[in-house]
């Protein structure tokens, strides 16, 4: 009895502190994955230069074949893939060896050879330009651009030059075989689906090969003398032709102006004559002597004169000074 007595009726728990909330940090697993989850998504914002083009592909296939310049969006890497492509930019390709290199020492790198219609074999280098046409068929339908184009080039090129003849080839026909070279390359490159624009085809170099140079040589500087030749002789043709034209009309005036001379004298002379013949016929006696006096006074001044008196005594006071003196008989 006592030791229920002595044990208290109910038992009481000391109180504790209660226990501190627990706050969730300011940057959380879950705050940090959505952040990584916006930057991702954000990711898909691309720009296209104004002088580039894209090309979208999601998982390897194409979605967007040609993406103009701007702002655009696609689905984040590695949903989807943006090439940019610069497609007014001018790309080159030389035909026939590599272009001279100083630093590469190539001074004179090899070139293709190609036969012409009259049998000739000449070395050529070309040089090619083009651009982007089709940004997707650029990037997956041809597996090396440049090589298409090079053998599409380079296989019309030998098509014309095999119906040309070398003189051709080197002077009146290289800008024609170049503009037919490059628009049937076109069409060629374009049954490829290249995606490629050929700008410019230029034949940049035209050479005879090494063992036959000489010959080439001595032809060019025959051609060149023969162009010489004909221009001095068209040159002299062109100066003698219309000089002896001139002096012709020159002539012929002279020969007109002569004539008209001669007949206005003539004519002259005719009225003259009739005029005194009119006054001969009035006064014979008087215009007979009158004549005769000036005709005298015409011819004596130019003949020497020796004057003898009626006794036939010679007058030597006509002799004047310094005229030569008479030739002696013998």
Avoid: C
């Amino acid at each position: 009895m006592s030791s229920l007595l002595s044990q208290p009726a109910f038992s009481q728990e000391p109180d504790l502190p209660p226990e501190p909330e627990v706050q969730e940090p300011h940057w959380s697993r879950r705050r940090i994955v959505l952040g990584l989850l916006a930057l991702w998504v954000l990711s898909g914002i691309f720009l296209v230069a104004p002088d580039q083009q894209a090309v979208v592909t999601r998982f390897g296939a194409v979605t967007e074949p040609r993406v103009l310049p701007g702002i655009h969006y696609a689905l984040p890497w590695p949903i989807d893939s943006v090439t940019k492509l610069k497609v007014q930019q001018l790309q080159r390709l030389v035909i026939g060896g590599d272009l001279p290199d100083s630093v590469l020492g190539r001074s004179n790198p090899l070139a293709s050879q190609f036969i012409t219609g009259d049998q000739n074999i000449i070395n050529m280098r070309v040089i090619v330009q083009y651009s982007v046409g089709v940004p997707a068929d650029y990037l997956f339908r041809t597996q090396d651009v440049s090589k298409s184009i090079g053998a599409a080039v380079e296989a019309e090129l030998a098509r014309r030059i095999a119906h040309s003849g070398v003189d051709d080839v080197l002077t009146t026909q290289k800008v024609a075989i170049q503009d037919e070279t490059r628009a049937a390359a076109q069409k060629r490159i374009n049954d490829y689906h290249a995606g490629v624009i050929l700008s410019t085809v230029n034949i940049e170099n035209v050479t005879p090969p090494a063992e036959a140079a000489d010959a080439f040589r001595d032809v060019t500087n025959a051609r060149a003398d023969t162009t010489r030749i004909v221009n001095e002789v068209e040159g002299y043709s062109n100066d003698l032709i219309p000089r002896a034209r001139g002096e012709a009309r020159q002539l012929h005036d002279s020969a007109d102006a002569y004539k008209l001379s001669k007949v206005n004298n003539a004519a002259g002379d005719a009225a003259r004559f009739d005029q005194m013949e009119a006054e001969y016929a009035k006064a014979s006696a008087v215009t007979g002597h009158r004549l005769y006096i000036e005709t005298m006074e015409q011819i004596m001044p130019k003949i020497r004169k020796m004057i003898v008196d009626p006794n036939g005594n010679l007058d030597l006071t006509i002799l004047r000074k310094g005229d030569p003196a008479p030739n002696k008989k013998p």
